[in-house]
């Protein structure tokens, strides 16, 4: 398993892992929904304490048009990348982010716990857990 707290990587399974969900996490902050919908599979779901999306047009749909909070981002305070339950040939891995959302002020909103599945270089599933 590979933990980091800053850097894109460059390379390898556990770099590229790391880099989509770090990706992630700058297209929603910067409000890039189109890069935020490449990221993610079409069949993508997400599950959070408030609310459950079924596939990538209605969460993309949400994050544009219906997030109750737009000014704020995301502080990645570690990325752990492991595998999951893929293929011999690792086709699906997992990675869990663990951070703070932050306002338009700095102040922290709630902790974080997202757990990324990914599969073929892409977001295929989201379980967010929120203290």
Do not use: K
């Not at 969460?59 to 909070?69: G, L, N, S």
């Not at 893929?86 to 951070?99: K, L, M, S």
């Amino acid at each position: 398993m590979a933990g980091s707290v800053d850097g894109d990587g460059d390379g390898g399974d556990e770099d590229s892992a790391e880099s989509l969900v770090r990706a992630y996490y700058r297209a929603l902050d910067d409000h890039e929904y189109g890069t935020l919908e490449s990221l993610l599979e079409p069949t993508f779901t997400q599950r959070r304490p408030d609310r459950t999306f079924e596939d990538r047009e209605a969460f993309v749909r949400f994050m544009r048009e219906d997030r109750p909070m737009t000014d704020t981002s995301h502080e990645v305070l570690a990325v752990i990348v492991g595998s999951g339950d893929g293929d011999e040939n690792g086709a699906e891995n997992r990675v869990t982010a663990q951070g703070r959302l932050l306002d338009g002020s700095g102040d922290a909103v709630f902790r974080f716990a997202d757990v990324f599945t990914l599969e073929d270089g892409r977001i295929r599933r989201l379980e967010t857990y929120t203290q």
